[in-house]
């Protein structure tokens, strides 16, 4: 069993997992994320490999490939557990994240079915029957579940905006709902791709309260991806990965 993981030099989550693995001696490839990997729906990163084939998106631990790579990874996979992978999985992944956001609703990303079998861990539990299960039960309860986890995923949002803001040296105090609502079309969308139907648009309520968000924890935020991104550019091992 080969195992390679995309990762990221901006990527707290890549940087972790690289440690872990390396502290265990575990026979990991690890490879910069390039545009190519598109190709391969390297939606989210970290994004693990298993023989060429996608099996994880972040979030991922040590445990997990060291699991995959003893073979103890497959088990039974209740579709409750699923469900809420799902979410995880979609709250860890900016990408992903925005575009339910942006349709409030996470049926755009039930679209791909590989998606689907991923963020479910379904395909990392050796359990793609159980993605199917998910996949009705999610299409079910799509309203219920995006109102349940709302609060979570703005915040993670905007905690996705802050980082975005550090990299440009903008203070988040600068943000008004206005940007906030360009930020979330653009961020969900590839060219025309993500647009709702029949007109495009943010809700006011969403860039609102990301808004909102921003002016209450921008600040705290912001420190800590400084902080954090201090810690990785500080890695000479890591870095050496990219370069």
Request: net charge neutral.
């Amino acid at each position: 069993m080969a195992l390679e993981v995309v990762v990221h030099h901006t990527c707290s989550s890549s940087w972790k997992l690289y440690r872990d693995a390396k502290a265990r001696g575990l026979p990991v490839r690890f490879v910069p994320a390039s545009l190519p990997d598109l190709r391969r729906a390297v939606l989210g990163i970290p994004a693990v490999f298993a023989d060429g084939r996608l099996v994880l998106y972040d979030p991922v631990t040590a445990d997990d490939l060291e699991a995959f790579l003893k073979g103890a990874a497959r088990r039974d996979l209740p579709v409750d557990e699923a469900v809420q992978n799902f979410v995880t999985g979609v709250v860890y992944n900016q990408a992903l994240l925005s575009l339910a956001v942006l349709h409030k609703s996470f049926k755009p990303i039930l679209d791909d079915r590989e998606a689907v079998e991923v963020l479910t861990r379904a395909r990392f539990y050796g359990s793609p029957e159980v993605a199917k299960s998910a996949y009705e039960e999610i299409s079910r309860r799509d309203a219920q579940l995006f109102a349940e986890n709302r609060d979570k995923m703005l915040k993670a949002l905007a905690y996705g905006l802050v980082r975005e803001l550090y990299w440009l040296g903008i203070s988040p105090s600068k943000i008004g709902v206005e940007h906030v609502s360009m930020w979330i079309m653009a961020k969900a969308t590839v060219g025309r791709l993500g647009l709702q139907y029949p007109k495009p648009h943010v809700d006011r309520d969403v860039a609102e309260a990301v808004a909102a968000i921003l002016r209450e924890r921008g600040d705290h935020y912001l420190a800590k991806i400084a902080e954090e991104q201090s810690a990785i550019s500080s890695d000479r091992d890591f870095l050496s990965l990219f370069g």
